[in-house]
């Protein structure tokens, strides 16, 4: 073997040498670009887990922020209805009718057989304790609920700032409002006589009876206090606030007892007049805030801090 043949092999070992390592290196080189590539997709995957807890997270706490709200709300609601109801309860007290009864857990004030009406009556007669029992029963919605009640463009029927503790004994600090206010007639079940009740024989059941008997207190209450009939209560529709005239009448005659029927006491509880506050509840943090821009827009601003 020459010189050149020696010479000529140790090149070729030289080219597959650097060849070997050319392709260990750009082996090393795309390991190395798939590890960086792998990384970073790691990287994002971790950012992206985080960003989606983070936004979990707040709305977490924007839910719970809004069901507070919401819950705190509801409470002055409930607080108010309380208020309105010992309200009225205490105004007749200072009248003398002691025997007059509240149910704050449903909203209603009562009125027990002989206050409003005796068995089988339906007419208040002039200078008798139920007519006096009328007149203070219209006294008392005009003084006790304005501060609770809208007027029929939807403003406050009486000025919030004559509405605070410091100003009035029947205040609306809690800036809760009244739905609506049902003058309920009830009976027992005994059965009215063939021919109807003497004087109108048209009454011919209990239920026509309770009905007369609401009606007749309603027609009697406005007569005698003609802002009550301009008393407007909220209500929602749709994805809207609107105001209602806030007294209504209804006639349940036997159908909803308070006691069983089975002596003659517990039919003299079931001869009732109820009057029942419903209070405008927002039934989604939704609908809150719809009530809140009502009463901002009518009311000139200040409502939405006193909901908080």
């Not at 050319?22 to 970073?40: A, R």
């Not at 339906?122 to 200078?127: A, D, L, R, T, V």
Request: hydrophobic share 40%; aromatic share 8%; proline share 2%.
């Amino acid at each position: 073997m020459t010189w050149r043949d020696n010479h000529q092999d140790g090149e070729h070992e030289e080219e597959s040498f650097f060849v070997s390592m050319s392709d260990i290196m750009v082996g090393l080189l795309f390991i190395f670009i798939i590890l960086v590539v792998f990384f970073v997709l790691q990287v994002r995957i971790e950012v992206e887990k985080f960003e989606d807890l983070t936004a979990e997270c707040s709305a977490d706490e924007d839910e719970t922020s809004e069901g507070d709200v919401l819950g705190a709300y509801r409470t002055k609601v409930g607080n108010q209805r309380t208020e309105i109801l010992e309200g009225l309860k205490s105004f007749f007290a200072r009248e003398g009718f002691t025997e007059i009864e509240i149910d704050t857990s449903n909203g209603v004030l009562r009125f027990p057989d002989g206050v409003l009406f005796g068995s089988g009556q339906y007419e208040f007669e002039e200078g008798t304790r139920t007519d006096a029992a009328v007149v203070t029963l219209a006294n008392a919605l005009a003084e006790v609920l304005p501060c609770s009640v809208l007027s029929k463009n939807g403003v406050p029927f009486k000025a919030r700032d004559l509405c605070e503790h410091e100003v009035t004994e029947f205040s609306n600090s809690n800036n809760a409002f009244v739905e609506a206010v049902y003058i309920e007639g009830h009976t027992d079940n005994d059965a009215i006589l063939p021919g109807g009740l003497r004087g109108d024989a048209n009454i011919d059941s209990n239920l026509k009876l309770s009905a007369r008997r609401a009606t007749n207190t309603y027609e009697r209450v406005t007569g005698l206090r003609a802002e009550i009939a301009n008393f407007f209560g909220l209500t929602a529709v749709q994805d809207a606030i609107r105001v209602e005239p806030a007294i209504a009448v209804s006639g349940y005659g036997e159908q909803r007892p308070i006691a069983n029927n089975d002596d003659l006491g517990a039919k003299k509880i079931n001869r009732r007049i109820d009057v029942r506050i419903v209070m405008y509840q927002p039934y989604d943090y939704r609908s809150l805030k719809l009530l809140r821009q009502h009463l901002d827009g009518s009311a000139g601003g200040g409502a939405h801090d006193e909901m908080d």
